[in-house]
């Protein structure tokens, strides 16, 4: 069986397809796209597909990620043109490539988030961020499956910056725009950038207008610099065609 990793995206309204949803729209794709998908074992054999990490329903995401086992041998370049003409536009395969040795999921340590706050002046933004970097314990509280949690929103938090007004792009008609670049360790339970703005509201009263616009642009393994590696950057090239 060889195995290949892909890299997708979420972009405009496909934002909010939910994790299930997205599921489903992949494996007609592949029926469509006459991929040779693997099966598991039993009485209800079910398409090898494994997710990594995937974002929140109504997060904008460059940088997902999943792993597909298949029956014959495939380019993973025709593999990746095939399932993109196969999905809706928004939901975009930018990469694939034959797996090497290894779990795809023990790569992803981290995550880089930009956060749009539209109406919001940047050196508000910039006042709360400095404020919430400031703090050795933001707590904050969400619903989760077992009721609702409180939990440490700041100890995750690697890198926290509020873009100022020189370089933010021209707004329409000279409306402020705040922008916010996070990096969060991914740990248990997940702090997500939501978590982060309940944060910055915790400590700064920070309260967006209206609602912020999230993107996770990468993901993967965080160095000692603070940057992010991106996970199929061990298998690109490493391996041939047949896989492992």
Do not use: N
């Not at 025709?78 to 003409?85: I, S, V, Y």
């Not at 050196?123 to 970097?133: D, Q």
């Amino acid at each position: 069986m060889q195995r290949i990793r892909l890299r997708y995206a979420k972009r405009g309204p496909l934002r909010f397809t939910s994790h299930r949803d997205f599921a489903r729209a992949f494996e007609r794709a592949l029926r469509r796209a006459r991929v040779p998908i693997a099966f598991s074992q039993g009485f209800t054999p079910h398409p090898k597909i494994s997710y990594a990490s995937a974002a929140p329903t109504g997060v904008g995401s460059e940088a997902e990620y999943l792993e597909i086992g298949l029956q014959a041998v495939t380019d993973p370049d025709q593999l990746r043109l095939a399932l993109d003409a196969a999905l809706s536009p928004g939901l975009d395969i930018l990469d694939a490539v034959v797996a090497g040795e290894g779990s795809l999921a023990d790569r992803i340590d981290a995550s880089y988030w930009r956060i749009e706050l539209p109406d919001v002046e940047p050196a508000l933004a910039s006042k709360a961020v400095t404020a919430f970097l400031d703090s050795p314990e933001v707590l904050v509280e969400r619903m989760t499956k077992q009721g609702r949690r409180s939990f440490d929103a700041r100890g995750a938090v690697v890198r926290c910056t509020a873009v100022g007004e020189a370089d933010l792009p021209s707004g329409a008609m000279g409306v402020p725009c705040a922008i916010i670049d996070l990096v969060v360790r991914q740990v248990q339970p997940a702090v997500r950038p939501d978590d982060v703005l309940s944060g910055l509201r915790v400590v700064a009263g920070l309260e967006p207008p209206v609602p912020p616009r999230v993107t996770r642009l990468a993901q993967g393994t965080l160095t000692a610099q603070g940057e992010i590696v991106d996970p199929l950057d061990t298998d690109r090239g490493d391996v041939g065609i047949g896989g492992r």
